[in-house]
């Protein structure tokens, strides 16, 4: 079945840096974009990045010049790395297939202290 895994979150000073993970099986990994959204408690789940199936990125206005996505088929994997956190970005970040299906992961924790 389909599984998607994040990890990589965790505890950061503002102006730090994480990078998350997501590895995906069950799909022909290569053949779609996948997204990192993030939600944090009482909001809305929010599009942070994308990257097509061939690389191309979308980027929030928030994350622009910030965060970078990047994948790699051979691993079934794509990150998210993210700099210079702010701490109105804390929230759970997931990934997901973009236009298939509703596959999430669970989640890996953000949280940026000020």
């Known amino acids: 079945q389909v599984q998607l895994v994040e990890s990589g979150g965790g505890l950061v000073q503002a102006g730090g840096s994480l990078r998350l993970s997501c590895a995906a099986s069950?799909?022909?990994?290569?053949?779609?974009?996948m997204g990192w959204y993030r939600q944090a408690p009482g909001e809305q789940r929010e599009l942070v990045a994308s990257i097509t199936r061939g690389g191309s990125t979308n980027y929030a206005d928030s994350a622009k010049g910030r965060f970078t996505i990047s994948r790699d088929n051979a691993k079934n994997t794509v990150w998210l790395q993210m700099n210079n956190l702010k701490p109105e970005e804390a929230s759970i970040y997931y990934c997901?297939?973009?236009?298939?299906?509703?596959?999430w992961g669970q989640g890996t924790q953000v949280t940026v202290s000020s």
């Open positions: 997901h297939i973009e236009n298939w299906g509703d596959y």
């Open positions: 069950g799909i022909l990994f290569r053949a779609y974009a």
